[in-house]
Structure formats: C-alpha cells, structure tokens
C-alpha cells in the first residue's frame, strides 16, 4: 500500500502536494516523490512490497497508485507488457484500453490517479478496500486520507464511492462520473451441500494463496471462526507466520474471551501465538493516538480500531510487512444478528458490503500503513464474495445460528468444533478494550461514550441529511446520529401526491417545517407525485440538491424493517456516492418504542388502520402505558409495535433535540371505519419549551 495526492488548478500546486504527503507519509517508507506540471502537481509516498518502482510512473499518461493487483502478471503476459509489477502494468494498461474494461480485469485491491490528455481518472476497487478522497472547492484535489486534504485547506471533502469512476476535465474544470455495477444477488447454485462445501474450501485456498507475500507477514487472530479459518489455510499451505491477539490486561479479574480462545485455536492449529495485553491505564494515550488517526469518534469504530492498532504495533516491532484479517465473512456469509431476523438475508449480506468501505475499510487501511503494514482481506475476494451471493440463504443463517456452512467448512478442514461453533464476539467485547473505554468515559462523568471520544476528535464524523416523515423513526434516527458525533446539515422530506405512497409516508408530512424550525436544521422538500418506482427519481433529486446545496455525504433512514423501502433508498443514495445509515435497523420494536421515550421524546398517533385500534387512539401523547397495550396485541393478533405494518402513523412534537416544541390548536378526526381514522390538524404551532 501506499499514499497519493494530487492538486490541480492551483499555482501553489507543489508545496500543497507537499505538505499534504507530508500528513501521511507514514503510508508510505520506501521512497517519497513529488512531480509538477503547469496545471498540477502529484506526491507518492511509496510502501514496496513487491519490485520498488518509483512513482509517479510517466509513460503516455501519469500514474500514481496505492495498489495490489494480484493477477498483474498475467495481465503483463496476456498484453505482452514486460511490466515491472502492479503499478507499472497499470500503466501500461490503460495506455491500450477504456477504464471500465481495465477495472473489469484487475484482481485485487486498488486506488489510483491517471492523467492523459489533460483528463484526471480517479478509480478504486469496488468494494473500496484502497481508500480515495477528493474535492473540488478552491481548486480540484485528491488524496488516500482526508486528513492530507483538511492539512493543505480544502474543505467539501468527499469519499469517492467505490461504485464510481471519477473524471476530471483539467482545462474546463468539470466533472463527469462513470457508475460502475456493483455485486448482485444470483441465481441460486443447483449443489449439494457437500459441494458448496468444497467450492468455498476451494476459493478460499486460492484467495488467501494469492495474497501470501514473499516478506514477513502476520494475523489478526481472536479465536474466532472467521480468523481461524485464514490460519488453517495458511497452515495448510505450509506458510510460517505469527497470529497476533489482543486482550485488557486484567491480573485479578478473568482473561479477555479472545486471549483464552485465541490459545486453544493457536494450539488446535498448530501455529504461532502472540499475545499483547494492554493495560487500563495506557487506553487513554492510545486513544489520543488512534481517535484522530482514523477521523471517527464513532464508538465501535473506535473500539475496534484500538484492539486492531495493538496488534498492528506488535508486528511493525517484529518486522512484518503485511497483515491478513478475517474482515468481510459477516457480510458474504451472514455473520450478524441481524441475519437471524431478517427476510431477505442475501440482501442484508449485499447492503452490509455496500457499506463496508465507510464501516470497516478506511479504519482499517489508515491503521495498518500508520504501522507500516499492507492489509489483506482474503474473504473480500471477487470471485469468493459472487460464490457466496449465490449460495442458498438457508446454508448461511436461520433464527439460532449464523454462517452456518463456513462453520462446516472449519470442521471439514479439521478445525475442532468448540472455535468453529464459536458464537461471534466483536473485537471490542472480546478483547474487553470496550469495557475499558467505557469506564474511563464515566469516570470523567460522561453518560455517552461517543461525547467521552470528542475530547480527541472534536470535527462531526460526517455531514448528513436526515430523510424525515415527521414520524417518529426519522426523528429519532436524527438524535441517534447527533450523539454519535454526526453532524445532521439538513432534513430531507418527500411530499407525495399519493397518499398511498408505496415508498414515503404522507400524513402530517406538512408538519416537517415545523419540525425543522423547532430542531433548528433547515429543511429541503421535494414533490413526487407517489408512482411507484417512478418516486424514486423524485428521491434522486433531492438527495442531490442535498448534496450540492448542503455538501452532504451521506443520509439517514428510519427504516426497522422495510426492505423495500430501505433498498431503494440505499440504490438511489449509493448511486449519488452518499453513504447510507440506518441506526434503527432490525431493532426490536418494543424496545425501540421504549427507547424512544426514555430519551425524553414526545409523539403522538395521527392515523390508524389495524384491528385493535380506534379513533381514542389520535392525538394521544404514547406513554409507557400504550406501548405495554402494544405489546399486548403484538402477542394476541402479531401485531408490529413499532407500526412497521402499517397499523398507524405518528408524529413528533416534542424532544432533546427540539429547542421548541409543536402544539396542535385546531384539529378534526376523520373515521372510515372502527379500526380506519385519521387525525387532521388544521392548525399547529411552536412554543417555548
């Protein structure tokens, strides 16, 4: 791996490039270069792995690249290059062809910069393993972290989606986007089961085969499954490597999970163990370290981060050059909680891969070259990730058990049953640096973790808009996201014409800019007339507006368990390169209900349309009371809570995060039938709260 950057249209190009290597040359010890044109400059701070080429590499065209294409030199030969490795064939590559055909052809795991003829490609593997950012204020300008872009003054700072080619018009300064496809969810393989078995053992040989490096490399290693099943491969293909597990150090109290695990999986498989234990008393100076290092006080982001980066020191002491981790089996196989409750769990697996690149990667990528480490992620492989879409969801989870034939694949390979059967342990919970963090956080007095992790990073982990209703859910969702240290830029309504509307909900919709007033966060409408399908292009437009008027890089849902509706939003979203964040996602209704009103939030029911409810239901404030009655029809008639089935609307009026609070002066209520009404306010207003 390494660092790029590149700044255009600037006359102080060069020392920009510059300083803003600089920030990250840690990505990069081998070698660190700078090239200047009339119209730009680039910096390529080098981490060779294999065949040291200095880049930029300058043929027809200029390349820098943060890259490891693993079938390289089978491209070399299939087009007769002589390429030196990756990077030079790259080179040589788009020399001969379009860039949606080269992309189509490279094995690995990639983010680089091309220039020929005055255009800028920017381009990344589409799952986003090599990060890449970009902005185009005050001059256009890319880099492999945010941080080297915020160093040398840009601001609008974007993420490239990993689904988008980006093209740069250097002379005329504008930009054009090519969509790349993304993952699909196949037509089931007609195997047995013992076949399926054979073809993951298969792939997964020849995934991790590929990324084995000639120098000294390294672990990840809980005791877990996921981590387990890359050191038996590696075993198998007789590698000699370390496995590296990371625990508090806890002298009075029992080990860390992952410690005791990690022992007997280590033991089972006949492989080397490192163990590195981290005292209570050090967490905090490596928070100091890591929270601004990765850009996030997101609390698990934070937490893994810290379980990860241990590891990662450890092997930059003993000399490794690369580290494998167990990243990205949850999201082919169905490894979540989630899994377990949800219909469609193929497009669960595909929802959770659109959204590793935000969740897991940057993290990851930004941690393993600050410890001068090339990250591996063999179950992220191409080939392994499109068998896994096509395996039957009933192999991958059910409502006791998740991943259920890479499970049976450990045992197959020889792996003993009590680490294959393992119940999933996050990183954070198994090394007990949770727990850890936590106290801390409230030895200082701070209820929330996320508010404890802002004395390291004070900057919003991102810039959203809030897709709301004027429901409950939207709201709440925005609340959730503002305590976890996002910044919400704005609130996004869609005003349908149907009332029907199989995709947004229309009563009191009204009422949004009264909630917009009360919250004190601008509000941005978008009409549609409700034709299915055809919504969704009402929704494009807005969330773009969104995006170019407030520089939003990601949305939130309230989506608990529509997968119509959160599917469509994540396609629309993801096709406008906005991250996507669902907090409420498969969440226990009950407990939602109850949350909501424990963070002292206010609503009321506007319309019903179930059997058990009536008309004394409308413009009631929902107490504790109603939700027990809830819960009571929920167990007579399964009855959705939470309201998912439709059995009634809600509207906020009241909250946290509310500086006034919504009255309804004025008020009718129409009834269709015993269990059909509908509250229709004729007049509402703020008051002081």
Known sequence: MCGIIGIFNREDALNLARTGL????????????????????????????VNKVKQPIINKGTLVSNCEVYNWKGLSKKYKLNAKN????????????????????????????????????????????????????NGFSFASERKALEKIGFTNIIELNP???????IKTKKIRIIQRKFFRISPKINLSKEKIIY???????????????????????????????????LKKLGCDFTCYTVGLDNPIGEEAEDIVYARKAAKNIGVK?????????????????????????NVIKVGVALTFYLACEQAKKDNCKVIFSGTGIEDIFAGYER??????????????????????????DIITMYNGLELRVPFLDKKLVEFALKVPEKYKANPEETKIIVREVAVKMGLDKEIAFRKKKAAQHGSKIHRAIQKLSRREGNRLISKYLTKFYSKPNARLGSLVSSGKDSIYVMYTMIRQNYEISCMITLKSKNPDSYMFHTPTIELTKLQSEALGIPLLEQE?????????????TALKKAKEKYHIEGVTTGALFSNYQRERIEKVADSLGLKIFSPLWNMDQEKEMRMILQDGFKFIITKIAAEGLDKSWLNKEITEKEIDKLAELNRKHGFNVAFEGGEAETLMVDGPIFKKRIVIEDFEIKEESKNIAELIIKKAKLVDK
Request: proline share 2%; aromatic share 8%; glycine share 4%.
């Open 163 to 169: 689904r988008k080619i980006l093209i740069y018009d």
């Open 339 to 364: 899994h377990k409750r949800t219909t469609n769990i193929d497009k669960e697996c595909l929802s959770g891969l659109l959204k590793i690149y935000e969740r897991d990667t940057y993290r990851d």
């Open 86 to 137: 990756d990077s030079h064939l790259l080179s040589l590559v788009l020399e001969k062809k379009n860039i949606k055909e080269v992309l189509e052809e490279l094995d690995g795991d990639y983010a680089f910069a091309y220039i020929k003829d005055n255009q800028l490609i920017l381009a990344r593997d589409i799952i986003g393993i090599k990060p890449l950012w970009y902005s185009n204020s």
């Open 22 to 49: 600089k920030e990250i040359e840690y990505r990069g010890k081998d070698s660190f270069n700078l090239y200047a044109q009339k119209d730009f400059s680039l910096g390529h701070c080098l981490h060779s792995i």
């Open 528 to 540: 549609t007339p409700g034709e299915k399908e055809a919504e969704l292009k009402d929704l494009r």
């Open 199 to 233: 073809h993951i053992i298969s792939l997964l040989k020849s995934s991790v085969k590929k990324r084995i490096p000639k120098k000294k490399f390294a672990l990840l290693f809980s005791g877990g499954l996921d981590s387990s099943l890359i050191a038996l491969t």
């Open 273 to 297: 163990l490192k163990i590195v234990k981290i005292k209570e008393n050090r967490i905090e100076d490596y928070l100091k370290k890591i929270v601004p290092l990765i850009e996030d006080s």
